[in-house]
């Protein structure tokens, strides 16, 4: 039910377009916490959402996304969407599920129902591949490099899946690295969790080491990812050198630059040793940093036993550049 304060706020943020909390309370005249009371109602039931952040916030009418009644999806199907779905709008909104499914289908022009059938045919296409929920990308590395130093290699899901595009840790890595999200960074923590702890325990994991970052960036998504984890393992330290020009992986297409870039770059800045190690790294595109590290600790010694490669995300033919992350 919505009360007459409400419909006030609907009311001026359509006469307005766009509103700031300090605009809706001076009209209102109510008391700032009467005013977020009033709000958060309206947020969660959808008719309103917020952008920006404090202390630059704004307030604006949520779009309603148009469904025909025939369009209305078989409730297995619906579960399925609700579980995998996530979109990034050009607006910053995160929209979850159907909710963020029937958006892409509406900004599409896509029939609903149809479209979502065919969504859930292909996201079986490529969850064929998972076991224990997770992806292994092992064979693929007899293919890409003459000296293989990962002795197993997964990924948590593939980047982006055909025509319907980012998978929903695809979308929650590329915004969370790019907007610095520690939000984001806890929910792609929360999903890696449980596959991390089987891995730790199938292979006898001791050791732990992160791939660090190229860029720097005040909140960087390796360290986040760690300090969310919070993995009760040995830690191994790698560092990335500061060379006099920083060359990001993404920025090389070439494999054989991938491979020079991560052998010169990446180094175990660390005296410990451990019989099995877990690297992690965020996205596999070449593999070759991840790779290209675990030949480093083998032949350095750091470990006696088997070097196990995991990434959040991976590509699905082959080695394929991934070059938004």
């Known amino acids: 039910m919505t009360t007459d304060t409400a419909e006030k706020i609907i009311e001026y943020i359509k006469s307005k377009q766009q509103v700031t909390p300090n605009e809706l309370t001076n009209y209102l005249g109510i008391s700032r916490q009467a005013f977020y009371k009033q709000i958060t109602k309206l947020i969660k039931d959808g008719s309103v959402y917020k ?33 995998n779905y996530l979109i990034i709008t050009p607006a ?3 929209k979850n599920g159907i909710d963020g499914f029937s958006y892409w289908c509406y900004r599409n022009n896509l029939p609903l129902g149809k479209t979502a059938e065919e969504y859930v045919k292909t996201l079986a296409k490529y969850d064929a591949w998972k076991k224990d929920e997770m992806i292994d990308g092992t064979q693929k590395l007899k293919g890409s ?38 939000k984001m960074i806890r929910k792609i923590s929360d999903e890696a969790r449980s596959p991390i702890l089987k891995l730790i325990k199938k292979y006898q994991i001791d050791a732990v080491a992160f791939i660090p970052p190229t860029v720097k960036r005040e909140v960087q998504l390796m360290k ?31 494999l054989e630059d991938r ?67």
């Open 259 to 325: 491979i020079e870039n991560a052998r010169k770059s990446i180094f175990v800045n660390d005296k410990k040793t451990c019989k099995n190690i877990l690297l992690i790294d965020d996205a596999v595109g070449s593999g070759a940093t991840l790779n290209e590290t675990a030949l480093q600790i083998k032949k350095m010694k750091f470990c006696s036993g088997k070097v196990i490669g995991l990434a959040i995300t991976g590509s699905f033919k082959g080695f394929d550049v991934i070059s938004e992350v």
């Open 92 to 94: 910053g909104e995160m």
């Open 51 to 83: 952008t920006g952040r404090p202390p630059k916030v704004f307030y604006l009418i949520k779009e309603k996304n148009v469904i025909k009644n025939d369009e209305i999806i078989k409730s297995g199907l619906r579960k399925i969407i609700d579980k």
């Open 145 to 182: 490099f003459e000296e293989i130093g990962l002795d197993k290699m997964f990924y948590l899901d593939f980047y982006a899946i055909e025509r319907f595009g980012k998978t929903r840790l695809g979308q929650l890595l590329l915004y969370a690295k790019q907007s610095q999200d520690k």
């Open 224 to 254: 986040e990812l760690k300090n969310s984890l919070a993995l009760s393992l040995l830690e191994i330290n790698l560092v990335k050198a500061r060379t006099e020009v920083i060359v990001p992986q993404k920025t090389l297409s070439k």
